[in-house]
């Protein structure tokens, strides 16, 4: 076993070893206990088939109860292994006719080593890591040809499979050309700065800029949540805790033009009682090919320490695809109770 494979399998095996320790607790009940983090992503990271990030071991190490800070090192090991091993994997291949090693291309004259770097990633588009800080190859960029490619034809990216690309079309007015004479030759640099439009997440109506998104499709799920930028409640004392999917786990299949209901247990972790509080829906209007709910589903009066069940109906569209819905607790008045937490959502699979 290499080297990287044999320190992801490790600490699998770690993780497993905690989880027993503390009586084989399932991975739903795990989840209740985070209030962060899905029983998918928990089950995932006792695997061994990669290994998992920072944040997703920091709340699998609390939710059996023990201190993160205890497994940080043998974390931040396996973690250099894979790094070290991804760097050896994507080395150049040495210069057979010259008998030398190769070396990478230098940037253009008068551009910095890290500017041309930026430069190349921004012109592909290219995902530098995958969230939590795990290691990812980066693919290097494919020539174009003089004159450019037929038809608006895009380059293939070597080592990624037909029709799962990354890379999107940059809008003509985003895209800035600059040449640098090296030797008797011209390198082109091709900078893409990509238009990204501001819109609202719809927690809190805080704003970011960021680019525009594919819609998530069934082999997405389940999709990552990311957290929002951190921010108090809307009323002193106030809390919530995310505890269970009571109903229609992550990437369930249902039919389509189906009716099913989704129950989400939440915790009024909080000095603050929830009166008149809903969950108010963020994609908003609704479009024919979602699945349909009403805006604000409500919740019960709910006092401090209190646990509540919140139901809520789902039509399923005709068309099959990925159901990706996502809300927002808000107060009597309408008002964001918790813009810094992340949305509570359902994922089923229509099909």
């Known amino acids: 076993m290499r080297a990287h494979a044999a320190a992801i399998a490790d600490f699998a095996e770690t993780l497993r070893e905690l989880r027993k320790s503390v009586g084989n607790p399932s991975f739903r009940e795990m989840s209740g206990r985070s ?6 992503t928990l089950h995932e990271a006792t695997k061994g088939n990669r290994l998992p990030s920072w944040g997703t071991t920091a709340e699998f190490v609390k939710a059996c109860g023990a201190d993160p800070d205890d497994y940080r090192e043998r974390w931040e090991r396996a973690n250099q292994a894979v790094r070290t091993a991804s760097a050896g994997d994507h080395a150049e291949p040495a210069n057979v006719a010259g008998g030398a090693e190769a070396r990478p291309a230098r940037p253009p004259a008068g551009l910095p080593a890290s500017a041309a770097s930026a430069a190349e990633r921004q012109a592909m588009h290219l995902d530098i890591g995958p969230p939590g800080g795990e290691a990812s190859a980066v693919v290097p960029a494919p020539a174009i040809p003089p004159g450019g490619l037929a038809g608006g034809e895009r380059p293939a990216v070597p080592g990624r499979p037909a029709g799962r690309e990354r890379f999107r079309r ?25 238009n990204r439009d501001t819109r609202s997440e719809g927690d809190g109506g805080t704003a970011a800029a960021r680019p525009a998104k594919a819609a998530p499709a069934p082999a997405d799920c389940p999709v990552r949540a990311t957290n929002p930028a951190p ?18 786990p992550d990437c369930t299949r249902v039919a389509p033009g189906r009716t099913v209901t989704k129950v989400w247990r ?7 009682p929830w009166e008149g509080y809903s969950l108010r829906r963020l994609d908003l ?13 409500p919740i019960k009066d709910t006092r401090p320490g209190a646990m509540v ?4 109906d789902i039509t399923t569209p ?14 009597a008045s309408g008002k964001v109770a918790f813009p810094g937490s992340r949305p509570v959502n359902f994922q089923v699979i229509v099909e």
């Not at 209007?285 to 589903?297: E, N």
């Open 35 to 40: 209030g962060a983090i899905s029983h998918t």
């Open 170 to 194: 940059a809008r003509p007015a985003a895209v800035a050309l600059a040449t640098a004479a090296v030797g008797v030759g011209t390198v082109v640099l091709i900078v893409i700065a990509v």
């Open 231 to 248: 921010a108090p409640p809307a009323h002193k004392g106030d809390s919530a805790a995310f505890i269970a999917d009571i109903t229609l």
């Open 266 to 272: 939440l915790k009024n972790a909080g000095k603050v």
């Open 285 to 297: 209007p609704q479009r024919a090919d979602q699945c349909q709910t009403i805006s604000d589903v």
């Open 309 to 312: 069940d919140v139901r809520a």
């Open 318 to 331: 005709r068309r099959p695809g990925l159901c990706y819905v996502r809300f927002k607790m808000v107060d």
